[in-house]
């Protein structure tokens, strides 16, 4: 089995829009199942993904999202962005990036 980080975010319910908590499942780094808020550095040194030095990134996660309203746990697509080792950001996928194409859990921006 595979090994991931995860990083924790605030995600609008796919179903009825109300906010909820997720875990994104992600693979870049150190992938010792290390967690993360948005702002960390990511940590290297273990069963490393990608490259360090790459100064911009963008990462494939996805997350079960279990809304406290409706209840509904919905597999969600996120992308994960990554500036100078850290996480700047993270937001629901919309398509543009295509990690099936690239080959690898990351896409590298600059
Ligand atoms: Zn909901």
Redesign the pocket.
């Known amino acids: 089995m595979a090994l991931f980080n995860i990083v924790r975010v605030q995600s609008a319910?796919?179903?009825?829009?109300?906010t909820?908590n997720a875990e994104v499942q992600f693979q870049y780094g150190s992938t010792r199942q290390n967690s993360y808020d948005v702002g960390n550095e990511l940590q290297w040194g273990a069963h490393d993904v990608g490259e360090r030095d790459l100064s911009q990134v963008v990462v494939d996660g996805v997350a079960e999202?279990t809304?406290?309203?409706?209840?509904?746990p919905k597999d969600v697509d996120f992308y994960i962005f990554v500036t100078g080792n850290a996480i700047e950001k993270v937001e629901v996928a919309d398509g543009r990036f295509d990690f099936a194409k690239s080959g690898d859990t990351y896409i590298a921006l600059k």
Do not use: H, I, S, Y
């Not at 319910?13 to 109300?18: L, S």
């Open positions: 319910c796919p179903r009825c829009g109300a909820a999202v809304c406290t309203r409706c209840a509904n």
